[in-house]
Nanobody
Framework: QVQLVESGGGLVQTGGSLRLSCAAS????????MGWYRQAPGKQRELVAS???????DYADSVKGRFTISRDNAQNTVYLQMNSLKPEDTAVYYC?????????WGQGTQVTVSS
């Protein structure tokens, strides 16, 4: 069982930055593929960024060049650095851990970008 707790969301103006953190419980974090998803009102949840246990990263086209995902296995934490934020980035952001064919989710953190 893996528990995930996100933090770092908030209200920011267009062009601003935020860093989201996701702290994971347990000793298997280093084996997990991690991802950040987001869900805007009335829209489906979408994958924003992912990082494998080996450190390879992938991004949605809409955030390439603006967002950076990273992980610290010693701290059991994954981060999402978000720069040049746009109003369309407004959503609830969720942390996901995929390990041993199971998926675990955090409770989500709200990111609101004002125009």
């Amino acid at each position: 069982q893996v528990q995930l707790v996100e933090s770092g969301g908030g209200l920011v103006q267009t062009g601003g930055s935020l860093r989201l953190s996701c702290a994971a419980s347990g000793s298997t974090f280093r084996l997990a593929a991690m991802g950040w998803y987001r869900q805007a009102p009335g829209k489906q949840r979408e994958l924003v960024a992912s990082i494998t246990r080996g450190g390879s990263t992938d991004y949605a086209d809409s955030v390439k060049g603006r967002f950076t995902i990273s992980r610290d296995n010693a701290q059991n934490t994954v981060y999402l650095q978000m720069n040049s934020l746009k109003p369309e980035d407004t959503a609830v952001y969720y942390c996901n851990a995929h390990i041993f064919y199971a998926d675990y989710w955090g409770q989500g953190t709200q990111v609101t970008v004002s125009s």
